[in-house]
C-alpha cells in the first residue's frame, strides 16, 4: 500500500517503538466510522438499515418493538495476522505492543452504564508471538425501543509499545464489568437491569489506567450516532463498521509500513417484538394457545439468577403492586388488577404485546371478560337477548384497557372484541329483536287468555286471535298428540241440562196432549284425527278451561326456524292443577301468520326432541326456560 493510500485513511494507528528493532511484528490500525465517504477507494462505513411498521399497524410507536446492541468482528480474508508465520508452536510472552478498543454505553432514563472491550491485541516482536480475542458481545440487555433509543455510545482506542502499561488489565476489568451482561439475557426488565448494574457499579467502581509521561502510548475517543431512529411509517437500525488493519513494521519507521485488511469490527443494534412470544411468519407475535401458568412461568433472567415472570411481577417494588390472586368473580377487583399489572409490566420494560398477551390470560379466569368478549357464533346460537348483549358490553374493563390494547390482542391472534365487532354484534341483536317480535306479540296475548279464569272474556280475548284459511276469523285448526286426556269431551257442547238451571227444568210447560213430542237431538261425538280438526274459539275456551292450566313457561321458537328470514312456530309449557283431565302437564305448539293463531297442537314435552333442546340450550330468543320445569311435566 502507498504511503499515500495511507494517509488518506483516518487511521487511529499504534505508535509502537520496536525494541527489537530488526525483528518485525504487526500493529492494529482502525478506520473509524464515517458516512462521508471523500476516498473513491474507501467505503462507508456508517448504514441505516430500515424498518417498518409491524402489519396491521399504522406507525412505530416505539412500544412495539425492543432493541439490543451488538459488537461483532467479522475476519476479511486469510489472516494476515499470520503471514508470514512459519513457527508452529510461538512462545507468547507479555510484550511491549497492546491495543483494545472499548465502547461505553449509557442510557440516563434508564441510568444504565456499561463498558466492554469489542477487541484486545497484544504482541512481541516476531510474527508468531501475537493475541487477539475478539469475540461477539452484546452490549446492552433487551431495551424497549422508545426506551433505547435514548443509547448512547463511545469508544475510546488504546494503545501502548510499552509493557508498563497493562491494556490488557484495563480489559480485563471491563469484561469483568460487563460480564453483568451475560447474566441478563432475554426478558429482562430494564429497569431491573439499571437496578442490577447500579449496584455493581458501586461495589466494583472502575479502575483508572495510569500511563507514564515517558512512555510513548497513543488514545482517542469519539461517540457514535444514536442507535436507532424512528418516526411515523419510517425506522431506520444504525450500524457502524470499523475497518481494522494489521500493519507490518519493518523498524521504527511507520511510513515504511504496509497495512493489509483484517476484518471488520461492527456494532449494530438488533430489534424484536416480543420476548415472551413466538413470532408469526408476518413478524408479528402470537399468543394463541397459551395460559396464564404457561406465560406467567416464563423465565426471565436477572441479576441474581433466573426467576419466573410471575414472581418477577409479585417482587416488584412498584406503589401498584397488584394481586395475582384476586377474586375471579368481581369484574371492579379484576379492573382494578388489570390496570395495576398494565402500570408495573411497563415499568419493567415489556413493549404492549407481552404485556397484553400477559393480562389478557390473566382476565380469562373472569367471566365479564368472556361475555365481553362474546363471539357471533356463540351469539347466533345461544340467541342471547339485545338487553343481555348491552349488559356485557357494559363491563369493557375501560379503566385498564383502551382501543389499542384490544387491536394488539387481536393482531396476536387472540379473541377479543373491537368497536367494530360490537357494532356488528349489536346490529344482529337488533336483527334478532325484530325476527322475535311477532312471536312475542302473540305469546302476550295468548297467555293472558290463559291466565284469565273466566270462560266468556277468555272467549272474547281468543276469539280476535284466530284465524285459519277454511273456515276464517275465530277459528283454529287443534291437533293432539298429548295423548287421550279427553280432549273431545272438552270440545264436546253442553248439554240441555247444564244449560238449563233446576228450577226452569221442573217448572217448563208440558207440549200440549195432541202435539208429537219431538226427538231429543243428540250431538255427534267430536273425533280429531290426525291432521287435527277446526274448532271454534267457544270450543277452544272450554279446552282451555278444562285443561285447568297452572303454570306456564315463556314461549320459544323451535331451533330448525333458526337461520331463517321469519318464524312462525313457537312453544310453551305448561302445568296443570290438581282434578286435570292432563296429569302434571305437556306442551302447547302454536303456528301463526300476520298476527294470528293458525293452528294449535297439544304436545308431549319429547315431541320433536323439545325436552333435549331445552337441556340443551336453556336459552333461545330470550326466553330461558330452566331444566327443572321440565321435572314439573312428568
Same mark, same amino acid.
Given at each position: ?5 495511507i494517509?488518506?485513511l ?10 527489537m528493532?530488526c ?8 478506520d ?15 448504514r ?5 411498521p409491524?402489519?396491521?399497524f399504522q406507525v412505530?410507536d416505539?412500544d ?9 468482528f ?14 508452529i508452536t510461538p512462545?507468547?510472552?507479555?510484550g511491549?505492543l497492546s ?18 472491550a ?5 504482541a512481541?516482536?516476531g510474527?508468531?508471538n501475537?493475541k ?19 443509547t448512547?455510545?463511545?469508544?475510546s ?8 502499561v ?6 480485563s ?9 451475560a ?26 489506567t ?10 482517542e ?26 500493519v ?5 519507521n ?18 424484536i417484538p416480543?420476548l ?16 396464564l401458568?404457561?406465560i ?8 441474581t ?15 401498584a403492586k397488584?394481586?395475582l ?7 371492579q ?9 398494565k402500570?408495573v ?9 407481552d ?6 390470560y ?10 365481553y ?35 394488539v390482542?387481536?393482531?396476536?391472534g387472540?379473541?377479543?372484541n ?12 337488533q ?7 311477532p ?5 302476550r296475548q ?6 284469565n ?25 287443534? !291437533?293432539?298428540? @298429548? ?10 257442547? +253442553? $248439554?240441555?241440562? &247444564?244449560? =238449563? ?6 217448572t217448563?210447560v ?13 250431538p ?6 290426525g291432521e287435527?280438526?277446526i ?9 282451555f278451561?278444562?285443561?285447568?292450566i297452572n303454570?306456564l313457561s315463556c314461549?320459544?321458537?323451535l ?6 328470514s ?5 312453544v ?5 292443577k ?8 305437556g306442551?302447547?305448539e302454536?303456528?301463526?301468520s300476520?298476527g ?15 325436552? !333435549?333442546?331445552? @337441556?340443551?340450550h ?8 330452566? +331444566? $327443572?320445569?321440565? &321435572?314439573? =311435566?312428568?
Amino acid at each position: 500500500m502507498s504511503i499515500r493510500y495511507i494517509s488518506s485513511l483516518k487511521f487511529s494507528l499504534v505508535a509502537s517503538v520496536m525494541l527489537m528493532g530488526c525483528a518485525p511484528t504487526r500493529q492494529i490500525a482502525i478506520d473509524y466510522p464515517s458516512a462521508q465517504v471523500t476516498d473513491p477507494q474507501s467505503v462507508q462505513t456508517t448504514r441505516a438499515h430500515q424498518f417498518q411498521p409491524l402489519p396491521g399497524f399504522q406507525v412505530i410507536d416505539g412500544d412495539d418493538y425492543y432493541v439490543r446492541l451488538i459488537s461483532e468482528f467479522d475476519f476479511k480474508g486469510d489472516n494476515v495476522l499470520k503471514k508470514g508465520c512459519n513457527n508452529i508452536t510461538p512462545s507468547y510472552e507479555k510484550g511491549d505492543l497492546s491495543s483494545t478498543l472499548i465502547f461505553t454505553v449509557r442510557n440516563e432514563g434508564l441510568k444504565f452504564n456499561n463498558e466492554a472491550a469489542a477487541f484486545l491485541y497484544e504482541a512481541t516482536s516476531g510474527k508468531c508471538n501475537f493475541k487477539f480475542d475478539a469475540k461477539k458481545i452484546t452490549l446492552t440487555p433487551w431495551m424497549r425501543l422508545d426506551l433505547g433509543k435514548e443509547t448512547l455510545i463511545d469508544y475510546s482506542f488504546y494503545s501502548s509499545a510499552n509493557s508498563d502499561v497493562n491494556v490488557s488489565g484495563l480489559v480485563s476489568d471491563v469484561t469483568n464489568a460487563s460480564s453483568l451482561l451475560a447474566l441478563t439475557g432475554v426478558g429482562m426488565g430494564v429497569a431491573v437491569v439499571g437496578q442490577f448494574a447500579g449496584q455493581w457499579a458501586k461495589i466494583n467502581p472502575p479502575l483508572a489506567t495510569t500511563v507514564p509521561a515517558s512512555v510513548k502510548h497513543s488514545s482517542e475517543s469519539h461517540s457514535l450516532p444514536r442507535i436507532v431512529d424512528f418516526s411515523g411509517k419510517t425506522g431506520a437500525l444504525n450500524e457502524n463498521i470499523f475497518k481494522v488493519y494489521a500493519v507490518a513494521e519493518g523498524g521504527v519507521n511507520l511510513f515504511g509500513s504496509d497495512a493489509e485488511p483484517l476484518g471488520e469490527l461492527k456494532i449494530y443494534p438488533e430489534i424484536i417484538p416480543s420476548l415472551l412470544l413466538k413470532t408469526a411468519a408476518d413478524g408479528v407475535p402470537d399468543a394463541r394457545d397459551l395460559s396464564l401458568e404457561e406465560i406467567g412461568y416464563s423465565p426471565i433472567k436477572s441479576g441474581t439468577g433466573e426467576i419466573k415472570l410471575l414472581q418477577l411481577i409479585e417482587q416488584s417494588k412498584h406503589p401498584a403492586k397488584p394481586n395475582l390472586k384476586p377474586n375471579w368473580n368481581s369484574y371492579q377487583e379484576m379492573e382494578d388488577n388489570c390496570r395495576k399489572i398494565k402500570l408495573v409490566m411497563k415499568d419493567l420494560g415489556f413493549n404492549k404485546f407481552d404485556r397484553n398477551a400477559f393480562i389478557y390470560y390473566y382476565l380469562t379466569n373472569n367471566g365479564d371478560w368472556k361475555n365481553y368478549n362474546i363471539s357471533l357464533k356463540k351469539i347466533v346460537s345461544d340467541q342471547t337477548s339485545l338487553k343481555v348483549m348491552e349488559s356485557y358490553r357494559s363491563k369493557d374493563f375501560g379503566s385498564c384497557l383502551t382501543v389499542d390494547d384490544y387491536t394488539v390482542m387481536k393482531a396476536m391472534g387472540l379473541p377479543v372484541n373491537l368497536p367494530t365487532d360490537w357494532k356488528q354484534i349489536e346490529e344482529l341483536s337488533q336483527k334478532k329483536e325484530q325476527f322475535f317480535l311477532p312471536l312475542k306479540s302473540i305469546e302476550r296475548q295468548l297467555i293472558a287468555v290463559l291466565k284469565n279464569p273466566n270462560k266468556t272474556e277468555m272467549e272474547q280475548q281468543i276469539f280476535p286471535l284466530l284465524a285459519t284459511d277454511k273456515s276464517g276469523g275465530g277459528t283454529v285448526l287443534l !291437533q293432539n298428540h @298429548l295423548g287421550d286426556f279427553g280432549l273431545e269431551k272438552l270440545l264436546a257442547p +253442553p $248439554s240441555i241440562d &247444564s244449560v =238449563l238451571s233446576p228450577s226452569e227444568a221442573t217448572t217448563a210447560v208440558p207440549p200440549a196432549a195432541t202435539s208429537p213430542i219431538p226427538a231429543p237431538v243428540i250431538p255427534a261425538p267430536i273425533v280429531i284425527p290426525g291432521e287435527g280438526v277446526i274448532v271454534s274459539a267457544r270450543q277452544l275456551t272450554q279446552a282451555f278451561s278444562g285443561l285447568a292450566i297452572n303454570e306456564l313457561s315463556c314461549a320459544r321458537i323451535l331451533s330448525d326456524q333458526l337461520g331463517k328470514s321469519t318464524a312462525n312456530i313457537g312453544v310453551l309449557l305448561f302445568t296443570t292443577k290438581d282434578g286435570s283431565p292432563r296429569a302434571k302437564g305437556g306442551a302447547m305448539e302454536f303456528e301463526f301468520s300476520a298476527g294470528k293463531i293458525t293452528r294449535i297442537a297439544f304436545q308431549s314435552p319429547t315431541y320433536r326432541d323439545f325436552e !333435549q333442546e331445552v @337441556l340443551d340450550h336453556p336459552e333461545i330468543g330470550g326466553c330461558r326456560i330452566d +331444566p $327443572s320445569f321440565l &321435572s314439573k =311435566l312428568h
